[in-house]
């Protein structure tokens, strides 16, 4: 359905405007000829086969004779510059007469956008109803211009695409706004909550994000110092969860008083896996084979490091399914994340293996044997990108004074919850308390790839006793961080800022690669905090407490006031009613465990929100379990 809307005006009468068209023919390609097109073209044609005709004749003859070539005749030289002026006359009206086409398909879009120096007002017409489809928003947006307002309509009723207005207008913040213009109208929802202004549009021209329409605002807070390997940094890390960045901060505190963490890089290889299909498996095997010989390496790695001049093909690793093949190419990328340069290289193998192997199919560049964006157990035993091993040993005083709780606590829950428990989950790269948390939040503040958080995240953290059982030692091991600092999202404004701040903007020139090694060590300490963080609170039963202050909204709790008026039972969950609002699960759990001892003391909860209340355990309660109660 097409939905125009113009601009309501005052009514004035206006003589129609002609079209371009109307109002001046449009240039053919043979206006400036002396013949009628027709003519001018059979003439060069008949010339262009007589030419070459004539001298595919005489070069028979001096083959024959065994007359050298270059000794032309003046008939000779006369066809063939009859031949190349022909030649170039058919060329060029078939050319323009091609471009003529495309302009000609796209001249209605182009009056569009064209800006009019005196446009003529529209006759008066009633303005036409909303239609339903639209709806009709109560705060209509400030009025764009005219020459804006034209194109709106056009991308609205399909007549211009939207993805052509940034090449066309030649302004990016101006075609933003009309695309977005035209969302409001299609879907008839405001979304002016999205902003729009302060974003350089044309940093993403070709890259990062297509079709915008505003961006999304993020806050970023700072954790640190976390001191690693002698230095100082200050992660940040960009994230909506309240006592993240809180949590992660205290943990870095208690990694600096004592004596900071350490960290290792064992692997700094990204990967690629091609599949292929070979007529037989006993063919996929020979192709294998090939592969993986150690005499043809050097041979593959000239092939693949013609790509770039920082890409080192390290290995290949190959496996099978039938008669399909997939083949594993891991590589050094620099200081970039490496997925776009390792499938250049990747390319150059197969189709040097195909000069060899003529009968095999190349299914895709990609077969998930790599395995990106997934988790994989390749990406956990062999790892991907960057693999990272951080530790540190906490003293027995830091652990009491600024984790609040004990060595022992620590490592029995570590066992008993990331070991034991993500065992019998069942997980995958997943022996960790929340290693996700922390990868995501500086992946986005540092522009990385939000997505391979999945295999970033694979983490396995272990803490043990050591010094006679006062001190703690804990490690994670992240075989498959997957960072850059060029390319992507990095060179955006706000994530180049970010990287700057840890010192690892851009490529390393004298080390190629460091840059990123440093972004993946930091990474990795970013999650030591945190993991050290959140278990310690888990062990001293803090989560639901410091949840329950920083994140969740108290806006609807503002509401109830009054007392509490009674208690909501079912045989899994409960909620409380507390004036005219009405408290759920999280609220009753969160004083549990904050009063957990008296609890077990007293059987007695005191309600911080409500003094004049007691809310009374009827049986002896776990931190974890819905405990049966009723208001006194």
């Given at each position: 359905m097409e939905v125009r809307r113009k601009v309501a005006g005052p009514a004035a009468p206006a003589a129609p405007v002609p079209s371009p068209r109307a109002r001046a023919r449009r240039v053919q390609a043979g206006d400036a000829l002396p013949l009628p097109i027709r003519h001018t073209n059979l003439i060069f044609s008949a010339l262009f086969a007589?030419?070459?005709?004539?001298?595919?004749r005489r070069w028979r003859e001096k083959i024959r004779s065994s007359t050298p070539l270059h000794a032309v005749t003046l008939a000779e030289m006369l066809a063939i510059f009859g031949l190349i002026a022909s030649l170039i006359y058919l060329l060029s009206f078939f050319g323009i007469a091609f471009v003529q086409s495309i302009v000609s398909s796209t001249d209605e879009d182009e009056d569009f956008l064209a800006v009019a120096p005196h446009p003529a007002a529209p006759p008066a017409a009633p303005a036409p109803a909303p239609c339903a489809l639209l709806g009709n928003p109560a705060a209509a947006p400030e009025k764009m211009p005219e020459e804006d307002e034209e194109i709106v309509a056009s991308v609205v009723a399909g007549k211009i695409p939207s993805y052509v207005l940034e090449t066309r207008l030649g302004d990016c913040r101006r075609a933003a706004g009309i695309r977005r213009e035209a969302v409001r109208r299609i879907t008839g929802r405001d979304i002016e909550g999205l902003p729009l202004d302060g974003f350089d549009y044309a940093s993403i021209l070709g890259q990062c994000c297509e079709l915008p329409v505003g961006y999304v605002q993020l806050p970023v807070g700072i954790a640190g110092p976390l001191l690693l390997d002698g230095q100082r940094y200050y992660v940040p890390m960009a994230t909506t969860e309240g006592c993240l960045v809180a949590s992660t901060n205290r943990g870095c505190k208690a990694i600096a008083e004592s004596g900071g963490a350490t960290s290792v890089v064992l692997r700094d290889g990204m990967t690629r896996a091609p599949v292929a299909r070979l007529p037989t498996a006993r063919r996929a095997a020979e192709v294998r084979a090939f592969l993986e010989d150690p005499a043809n390496f050097e041979t593959l790695s000239m092939v693949f490091n013609r790509?770039?001049?920082f890409a080192r093909l390290q290995g290949v690793q190959c496996a099978m399914a039938g008669r399909n093949l997939y083949?594993?190419?891991?590589?050094s990328t620099g200081d970039a994340m490496g997925m776009n340069m390792i499938s250049k290289g990747v390319q150059n193998v197969l189709d040097f293996l195909q000069d060899d192997f003529p009968d095999m199919d190349v299914i895709s560049i990609s077969g998930n044997f790599c395995s990106d964006k997934k988790p994989a157990a390749v990406n956990w035993i062999e790892g991907r990108g960057k693999s990272v091993v951080c530790e540190a040993v906490i003293k027995e005083e830091v652990v009491k004074k600024v984790l609040k709780t004990n060595v022992q606590s620590l490592v029995e829950l570590n066992?008993?919850?990331n070991l034991a428990g993500s065992a019998v989950a069942g997980a995958l790269g997943g022996f960790n308390a929340h290693a996700s948390n922390i990868v995501t939040a500086i992946f986005i503040a540092t522009g990385q790839d939000p997505a391979q958080n999945v295999e970033s995240s694979h983490c396995i953290t272990m803490m043990e006793s050591i010094n006679d059982g006062k001190d703690l030692h804990i490690s994670v091991t992240m075989p498959s961080i997957e960072v850059g600092t060029v390319g992507g999202g990095t060179q955006l404004?706000?994530?180049?800022?970010?990287?700057?701040?840890?010192?690892?903007?851009?490529?390393?020139?004298?080390?190629?690669?460091?840059?990123a090694r440093l972004l993946a060590t930091v990474v990795a300490g970013g999650v030591l905090a945190g993991e050290l963080s959140l278990l310690s609170a888990l062990a001293a039963g803090q989560l639901v407490k410091s949840h329950m202050k920083y994140n969740r909204s108290s806006k609807d709790m503002s509401k109830g006031n009054g007392r509490i008026r009674g208690v909501k039972m079912s045989s899994n969950n409960f909620s409380i009613s507390r004036g005219s609002a009405e408290v759920g699960e999280d609220w009753v759990h969160g004083h549990c465990l904050k009063s957990q001892r008296r609890i077990h003391h007293r059987r007695q909860v005191s309600c911080e929100q409500c003094a004049s209340e007691t809310v009374k355990i009827v049986n002896r309660p776990s931190p974890c379990s819905g405990p049966d109660l009723f208001v006194s």
């Open positions: 007589a030419s070459l005709a004539y001298l595919m790509s770039s001049r083949m594993r190419f891991t590589s066992t008993i919850k404004a706000s994530q180049s800022a970010c990287l700057d701040l840890l010192g690892v903007k851009g490529a390393n020139q004298e080390s190629p690669g460091s840059n």
